[in-house]
């Protein structure tokens, strides 16, 4: 599902997936422009500090995303051992705890919490000549397996 790159409808959109889909885990990924060939495995969501304008040149009431919510929320994919264990041939993965205070950090927060942290977060670069479609499709679908190994892991 592609989310619109406004705060209210992201959050909707992500509230409605939880409710009407009930995942295991939800994935995210969003475009991190300024990274040239890595990979970013996002940690955990923050829930203040949005104050740029999204695409209808909006952000939310006080920059918080819940108002109820905790200052962070950790995914329950450890993202460090995920990072650890994925090696790909072209392109650099890297680990992070800071998904960006816009849309993507936005969106990552409100799956945490509706999805009590069965979410993950990948950020990728845009599509280049050495960062294709399909090597980046063949990139998450690796991450997203190891992924699951670990949702396997804690149901059992």
Not at 41 to 56: S, T, V
Not at 130 to 135: E, V
Not at 143 to 156: A, H, P, S, T, V
């Amino acid at each position: 599902i592609q989310l619109p790159v406004v705060y209210q409808k992201a959050k909707e959109q992500v509230f409605t997936i939880w409710k009407t889909l009930q995942p295991l885990l939800t994935v995210h990924v969003g475009l991190a422009s300024s990274a040239k060939a890595v990979i970013i495995l996002e940690q955990c969501g923050k829930n203040k500090g949005y104050q740029e304008m999204d695409a209808c040149g909006f952000h939310p009431e006080g920059g918080c995303c819940m108002l109820d919510g905790p200052e962070k929320i950790e995914s329950a994919i450890n993202m460090k051992t995920l990072w650890k264990n994925i090696s790909m041939e072209g392109i650099d993965i890297i680990f992070s705890r800071d998904a960006g205070r816009y849309i993507c950090d936005y969106t990552y927060y409100a799956s945490l919490y509706y999805g009590n942290g069965r979410a993950a977060f990948i950020h990728v670069p845009p599509l280049s000549k050495s960062a294709t479609a399909d090597f980046l499709g063949k990139a998450l679908q690796t991450i997203i397996l190891e992924m699951l190994k670990q949702c396997g892991d804690k149901r059992e």
